[in-house]
């Protein structure tokens, strides 16, 4: 009788763990699942005026940026396009970010100072942070110590901002956007601009000026942009965006997008 209990308790016992081990390897499944399907369906996808990588024309938005995130979330299997990216200004792109588990915001410049704050997926493209100035005034930076020589302008919170602070500049004047800085600076309100090389210029152009008559007379920073996460994102998520976004560079889409817009 005695063995007969052991026995039964023995077979309740192993169903216990057969029901544990199938759970287990059900949640597992669903996992494994739900990585390879859609995992951007639920984000807020954020960028700012940034030409030729961002930007809206004729109610639309487009730019290299704009085609690649698109691209990720065709492969990604989300229900979202690139028409659901929000166009902001930049400092509150930024805030949201920072705030917003479930969100992303591109193409931002990696630097030091924001290393730890987000995760990150890239690099996009590489980029040239400088100080613009306009040809006649004959603006020479030798180095950082001279930059409290002009009055500066900036978008808030944009890198350019960022850099100068940590520069020790504490005089800057901000705008909320690309249009206002470069009438300041057209107007010599503000002397220099610090900002992106490529996307200054192109604004610059954009707006009917000569860009021959603008000059960058100092490089702030060198690096690269990215699409950055909200820094609590989980990193199952940035793995696959990351490989979804090296696929796209491997089978040549990358590239036609970016020819696509200059050349």
């Keep these: 009788m005695f063995m007969l209990l052991m026995y039964k308790e023995k077979i309740m016992e192993d169903k216990m763990i057969a029901k544990k081990t199938l759970l287990m390897v059900t949640i ?56 659901d990216i929000k166009l902001y200004p930049w400092a509150r792109g930024y805030k949201e970010v920072q705030s917003n588990v479930n969100s992303l915001l591109f193409g931002m410049t990696r630097s030091e100072e924001r290393e730890k704050m987000f995760k990150w ?5 590489p980029t040239k942070v400088v100080l613009l100035a306009k040809k006649s005034n004959k603006i020479v930076l030798k180095n950082k110590n001279e930059l409290t020589n002009y009055l500066s302008g900036a978008i808030r919170d944009d890198i350019g901002h960022q850099l100068l602070t940590e520069a020790g500049v504490k005089d800057i004047d901000l705008s909320s956007d690309m249009l206002s800085c470069i009438k300041k600076l057209d107007s010599d309100r503000i002397k220099l601009w610090a900002y992106e090389e490529n996307v200054g210029f192109w604004e610059l152009k954009n707006q009917g000026k000569n860009t021959a008559d603008y000059e960058s007379v100092y490089v702030l920073l060198s690096s690269d942009l990215y699409i950055a996460f909200n820094k609590s994102a989980s990193d199952d998520i940035i793995k696959r965006v990351q490989t979804l976004f090296e696929e796209i560079k491997k089978d040549g889409t990358y590239q036609k997008i970016v020819d696509k817009y200059l050349k």
């Design 121 to 125: 997926v890239g690099p996009l493209a």
């Design 28 to 83: 597992a499944i669903l996992f494994i699942v739900s990585l390879n399907g859609a995992v951007l369906d639920n984000f807020t996808l954020m960028t700012e005026q940034y030409p030729p990588y961002n930007f809206e024309q004729d109610g639309q938005l487009q730019g290299i940026f704009v085609e690649i995130l698109g691209e990720i979330l065709k492969r990604d299997g989300s229900k979202q396009t690139a028409k």
